[in-house]
């Protein structure tokens, strides 16, 4: 069999770039042996000056700066591993400048600035892969790109960051409230210092870009997404919905609309406790994937950390040895435009969980019910009860289905009552395997 | 975009056939747009004289001789859809010889001559392409191939077959017994009217071979395998499972074993009712793959019918579009050899499910617990009820681990007791999350 060299220069010799190199080091013979590619590590940069003294590394591998190693003749392939959208994108701009094929897990940079960087790639011949960005070890790029290329992808519904769900698990299972949970996690690493991007929904709309551009064959920029976070969820919230028979998952939601541009958002949902997705728990990630053709298709699995980061950016430096630039030219990123913007959310029909609080006095319901009625909102279930301390009642709502737009216009009339305090909650209700039907 | 004209020979124009070729017309545009591969039926042969008249053909493109399509030269890829393992060895056989590849969904075929066809392929410099073979839409074949080729795979536990799976739940949600539940299958159209391949574990098995070569990389004989049906699982079966808190699945196990071969087996199995394949119910696939570094990995979806095959031919064609025979250099099927024979499972320790019938009289119990006891067999669960009305009684119990060959010891010893009924049962009880732990 013909061996062929493949020689990586990564940049970012942190925990995920220390665990990619260890898993290549011992897998190295196997792979090669399986498929031809052989790895090797042939420069490493990074700020600290030797990160991982344990790993055994050739002499003259190491260096703190970037631009010797996207600029080596010897690098065929550049790792990225820096994060961030500083650095990173002068990492991935000048190597593939330099016409060289770029692996990363960087789902933000590709996110915010991917509309720029496929096209470089293509400009220059070279691939930018990216297996590792999306639910880490799942490869649900491959499989959308190419395994599903057959068939037409009417949606997804995706548990993508593996954060949030350990959070809401906890929360559940373990009946913790938030700011608990949240400790917990980052404690046991699967939550960072500053937790804002997972909680708030943003690395899931970082990935759900580009998931949806694998999907619908267009850019869409997150920025325009509907994304709400995990942060005013409460352990009745948790409650509540496993009282409707339902769990609450931070959801990803893509989803072709009959006519014009999908629907793509981040946020809290309530879903029946038996439907497949409920199953996904813990730092797992999940993505249900309804197609025309194919039926639904769920993948689950481990959605970060450096061994399941490091199995992805391997495979896609295989991938890469096997297939090089063909990839680029066979299954394209874009082949329908860079200028996606998602459906306003503002039309979308669903059922609604609210939950509210109000002073705990006769009449109240009547007044709360009739504003909502004003709007057209009809209520299918009512729960009253919890009165808190300050002779107020949390009081919690499931609505018919209803339009987004008149649900809004209703609760901004509710929160306004002088016998309401605080914003109310509202939380969409779905089940992700008929919200095609 | 360049565009490549990709000619497909047909051979077989049944039910997936026609599915295929309906799917093709509708998303030829959409795949060539995306992928630049342009996907065209050439030929198509057919015993059957015109078996899909509503299908629109350019004239000419019918044949009922197979062999005029794997001569064709205008003719670059077939599919073969023909099934069964004797013309449909002569279509495969002859269009590699011919230099074409091979696109398949046989199963059964490759697991009996795959020692023989996958290296015909590779010396006549083709690809025999089969993701449709296993599990329909789901892409395992390309997930464990390339997607996870950065991880050494350790086990692989699977749902494989639609119709057993089917039969199972309708038995297990509406207490129907076999006979019912493979009826409606068929009326279905879920089972075929002769159901053995499918209830007897032999289409699983088929399965398993192949999953096993693309995890292990070698080729196991699948006549060496533990292969057994569900036809002797009963409605009360499935009532004791759940009283264990179990379901049981016809579940295909594929397990390295710490040093020699692995353990390839096939046979109902007893599995936690929370575990994440018991929730793959009706005609669903799963496969759970337990893998090194990145983690478990569980897919599900549609395993049969012609429009989720057709969607895994599709996905297959354009593959080969884009990258043709690098493939076969890249991803190779059998690194490690042909000559694969199985784990012996006599020294697998496990626990058991066992049910027997013995007459229903005091003491009776006494000597089977002893009996198995002599084969140090030790109890933990014991259910005797349902009097039959001949005087017996059915009696089940849950063993603590024990190895399969000593179970198998106290079998014959406790079936060939005066007061026992007819031949045991026996299904091993088993967490596929934690069989690696």
Redesign the interface.
């Known amino acids: 069999?013909?061996v062929k060299p493949v020689r990586i220069g990564l940049v970012g010799y942190g925990t995920v770039g220390g665990g990619m190199v260890r898993?290549l080091q011992s897998?190295r013979d196997?792979?090669r042996?399986?498929?031809?590619?052989d790895l090797a590590i042939a420069r490493i940069a990074d700020a600290v000056e030797n990160p991982h003294p344990d790993i055994a590394l050739p002499p003259g591998t190491l260096t703190r700066d970037y631009r010797a190693v996207i600029s080596d003749p010897a690098v065929d392939i550049v790792v990225e591993l820096v994060g961030g959208t500083t650095v990173a994108y002068d990492v991935i701009a000048g190597a593939l400048r330099n016409k060289k094929h770029v692996v990363t897990a960087n789902k933000a940079l590709l996110a915010e600035k991917g509309a720029e960087l496929f096209p470089l790639a293509r400009e220059n011949g070279c691939v930018l892969a990216f297996?590792a960005a999306v639910c880490?070890?799942?490869?649900v790029v491959?499989?959308i790109k190419?395994?599903?290329?057959?068939?037409?992808i009417l949606s997804l519904h995706g548990i993508l960051n593996g954060t949030a769900n350990f959070i809401l698990t906890k929360m559940r299972f373990e009946k913790k409230d938030f700011a608990t949970a949240l400790k917990q996690a980052q404690t046991l690493g699967f939550a960072e210092a500053d937790p804002t991007f997972d909680v708030e929904g943003i690395d899931s709309a970082h990935k759900l870009a580009l998931l949806a551009a694998l999907s619908f064959?267009r850019f869409y920029d997150w920025h325009g997404f509907h994304v709400s976070g995990i942060t005013r969820i409460t352990d009745l919230d948790i409650q509540y919905a496993d009282e409707m028979g339902c769990v609450i998952k931070l959801l990803a939601i893509a989803q072709r609309t009959e006519q014009g541009p999908p629907f793509l958002s981040v946020a809290p949902t309530l879903i029946p406790r038996d439907s497949?997705l409920a199953?996904v728990n813990h730092e797992f990630n999940g993505v249900l994937i309804e197609?025309e053709?194919?039926?639904?298709?769920?993948?689950?699995?481990?959605g970060a950390?450096a061994?399941?980061t490091?199995?992805?950016?391997?495979?896609d430096?295989?991938?890469l040895?096997?297939?090089g630039p063909?990839?680029r030219?066979?299954?394209?990123m874009y082949?329908?435009g860079l200028d996606g913007r998602p459906a306003a959310p503002d039309d979308l029909m669903a059922e609604y969980y609210i939950r509210l609080t109000a002073v705990d006095k006769p009449g109240v319901m009547a007044r709360i019910s009739g504003a909502l009625g004003d709007h057209g909102v009809s209520i299918a279930m009512l729960l009253q009860k919890l009165a808190t301390e300050n002779g107020n009642a949390v009081i919690v709502i499931k609505t018919h289905d209803i339009r987004t737009r008149q649900l809004n216009d209703a609760l901004k009339t509710v929160d306004g009552l002088d016998i309401v305090n605080g914003p109310s909650l509202k939380i969409r209700i779905l089940d992700p395997l008929s919200a095609n039907s």
Request: charged share 20%; hydrophobic share 40%; net charge neutral.
């Open positions: 069999m013909k898993l897998e196997r792979i042996a399986a498929t031809g590619a297996e880490g070890a799942i490869p491959r499989a190419e395994g599903l290329c057959g068939s037409r064959g497949i199953g197609t053709a194919a039926g639904p298709l769920l993948l689950t699995g481990r950390g061994s399941p490091g199995s992805a950016i391997l495979s430096l295989t991938h040895a096997a297939y063909l990839e030219e066979a299954f394209r082949p329908e």
